[in-house]
């Protein structure tokens, strides 16, 4: 059975940085394409970021690029998104996700298996 931790999120004034871990045991994830996603008060989740299995490529939502990093270490069987410039619109829970695929004609950034996902965590910006 797969499971995704996530660890790192808090409470932190605009303009600062968190680092965000997704610890997974169960399967090994160096053959996946991992990924983020948040989910705001109100609003459906949505994606801010993957990379691929090797970790040579990377994707970002449009607000997020040029402040968030996701990178991982195959190795530890870690994810991780580093976040800096971070403003109140990044308030939310972050979820970590494994074997994330892009559908260009339908549903974007998805993941298949509904296992493959953690439990989240809080990320609040203060202004």
């Known amino acids: 059975q797969v499971q995704l931790v996530e660890s790192g999120g808090g409470l932190v004034q605009a303009g600062g940085s968190l680092r965000l871990s997704c610890a997974v045991s169960?399967?090994?994830?160096?053959?996946?394409?991992m990924g983020w996603f948040r989910q705001a008060p109100g609003k459906e989740r949505e994606f801010v970021a993957a990379?691929?299995?090797?970790?040579?490529?990377?994707y970002y939502t449009d607000s997020v690029k040029g402040r968030f990093t996701v990178s991982r270490d195959n190795a530890l069987n870690t994810l991780y998104l580093q976040m800096n410039s971070l403003e109140p619109e990044d308030t939310a829970v972050y979820y970590c996700?494994?074997?994330?695929?892009?559908?260009?004609?339908?549903?974007?950034?998805?993941?298949?298996?509904?296992?493959?996902w953690g439990q989240g965590t809080q990320v609040t910006v203060s202004s």
């Open positions: 996700a494994a074997d994330v695929r892009f559908d260009a004609y339908g549903s974007g950034w998805h993941v298949p298996v509904p296992d493959y």
């Open positions: 990379i691929s299995w090797s970790g040579g490529t990377t």
């Open positions: 169960g399967r090994t994830i160096s053959r996946y394409t």
